[in-house]
C-alpha cells in the first residue's frame, strides 16, 4: 500500500468531519504527514517529522495558526474514540488502560484524558481530551543500512544475526526498521532464512486484522499478536524454535527476565528502547541489567526524528562492556559518575 493509502487509512480512525478534513489535503503532503494530533478545543495540526503544520477548516495546510484552522470539539473526539474503539471500547479497556489504540493497518492513537482509577490503578480513560494518531508506514528497504552497518559477513558468506537493541527519541523510526529487518531475516534476503518470532504487543509490528498481518513479515515469521512481552517471548522459547525473537520497546523487568531467559536458551533478540544517548540508556534500571549481562552484542543508536530509521553509530557490546568496568574502577564512586564517564565516552555522535 502507498503512502498515501496508508495516510487514508489512518484517517479512516477518526469522526466523519475530521476525516473529511484530513482526506481533503493534497496528495503530495499526505506521503510527509506521519502524526495527526486532535486536541480538544485547539487547532487541528498534522506533523511531518520536520514541521507542525494547521489543517483549516476547508482542508488546507498553514505553517502559521489562523483564525480559520479547525479547531476539535467534544463532538470530534467523543466519535473519533468510538471509531478508534470499533465502536466496542469495552473490548478495548487492556489497550485503553496502557494509553493507546491500535487499528487497521497498524496505526496508533495515543489517547489523553481523565483517569479512571480502581483501588489505585488506572481502569480506564474518560472525557478524552486528545488524541495523536501515528501513521504506520512500512518502508521496503529501511534495514538494509542497519544490516550493513551491525552485521558484518560471516564465514558462511552472509550476515551474522546477534542480539540487538535498537536505540532511539520516539519518531525516530524504529519500528519501522525492525518491520523491514524482520521481513528481511524472514524471508532469506541475509543469505539464509531466518525463523522469526514476533511479539507484538501494541500491534504495531504486524497490524494484524482479524488474525491476518497487514505489513510483510516475510515467509518464516511466527506472529503473536497482542501478547504481553514477557509472556510471549517465553512461549515463543517453548513452542515455536524461533532463531530470532522480536519485540518493541522494552524496558520492564518482566521483559528484561524473559530476553535474559532467550539468551540462556540460545536464541538472539532484536529488541528497541526509549533513549537519546548511551547515559540515558543506562539510566533505565533494566536496560543496564540486560547489558550488563550481555544480552545484546550490538547496540545501535537511530539519528532522530528528522532522519527517521537512519544510523548514528554502532557499538559493540565488549566496547561498552570494557568501558563501564573501566570506569567503575576508577575514582567514580558512585552509579552517577560511572554513567557520566561511560556518556562522555559516546558524546560524539550519538
Not at 46 to 57: A, I, Y
Not at 65 to 87: I, M, W
Request: net charge neutral; hydrophobic share 35%.
Amino acid at each position: 500500500m502507498n503512502d498515501i493509502l496508508k495516510y487514508d487509512e489512518a484517517a479512516e480512525g477518526l469522526s466523519d468531519r475530521l476525516k473529511h478534513k484530513l482526506k481533503g489535503i493534497p496528495g503530495e503532503m499526505k506521503r510527509q504527514i506521519r502524526e495527526i494530533h486532535v486536541r480538544l478545543g485547539r487547532p487541528l495540526t498534522v506533523n511531518t517529522g520536520r514541521e507542525e503544520l494547521f489543517v483549516t477548516d476547508s482542508g488546507d495546510l498553514c505553517r502559521r495558526y489562523t483564525p480559520h484552522a479547525y479547531r476539535a470539539n467534544q463532538s470530534d473526539l467523543n466519535e473519533s474514540f468510538k471509531v478508534l474503539c470499533g465502536y466496542s471500547v469495552h473490548s478495548c479497556q487492556n489497550e485503553i488502560r496502557s494509553g493507546f489504540l491500535t487499528i487497521r493497518g497498524g496505526h496508533r492513537a495515543g489517547i489523553c484524558g481523565t483517569a479512571v482509577t480502581e483501588r489505585g490503578k488506572l481502569s480506564g480513560v474518560r472525557d478524552i481530551s486528545s488524541i495523536s494518531l501515528r501513521v504506520a508506514r512500512q518502508v521496503i528497504g529501511a534495514a538494509d543500512e542497519l544490516i550493513r552497518a551491525a552485521y558484518p559477513t560471516g564465514t558462511e558468506g552472509f550476515p551474522t544475526i546477534c542480539g540487538t537493541l535498537i536505540v532511539g527519541i520516539p519518531a525516530s523510526g524504529k519500528t519501522t526498521l525492525l518491520r523491514d529487518l524482520i521481513r528481511q531475516m524472514a524471508s532469506g534476503n541475509l543469505g539464509r532464512i531466518y525463523k522469526v518470532a514476533v511479539v507484538d504487543e501494541r500491534g504495531e509490528l504486524g497490524a494484524s486484522f482479524r488474525g491476518e498481518p497487514q505489513n510483510d513479515l516475510g515467509y518464516c515469521c511466527d506472529l503473536l499478536d497482542g501478547y504481553p512481552k514477557g509472556e510471549g517471548m517465553n512461549l515463543a522459547l517453548r513452542t515455536l524454535s524461533p532463531h530470532v525473537i522480536v519485540c518493541d520497546e522494552i524496558g520492564a523487568q518482566e521483559d528484561a527476565d524473559a530476553v535474559l531467559d532467550s539468551l540462556n536458551a540460545g536464541v538472539s533478540v532484536i529488541a528497541t528502547a526509549h533513549a537519546s544517548n548511551l547515559e540515558e540508556l543506562l539510566r533505565r534500571r533494566q536496560i543496564a541489567r540486560l547489558l550488563t549481562e550481555g544480552a545484546f552484542q550490538k547496540i545501535v543508536f537511530l539519528k532522530g526524528a528528522n532522519q527517521p530509521a537512519k544510523v548514528a553509530r554502532v557499538f559493540d557490546w565488549e566496547e561498552i562492556h570494557a568501558e563501564i568496568n573501566r570506569d567503575r574502577t576508577d575514582d567514580c564512586g558512585d552509579d552517577d559518575g560511572w554513567i557520566k564517564h561511560v556518556g562522555q565516552f559516546v558524546q560524539a555522535g550519538v
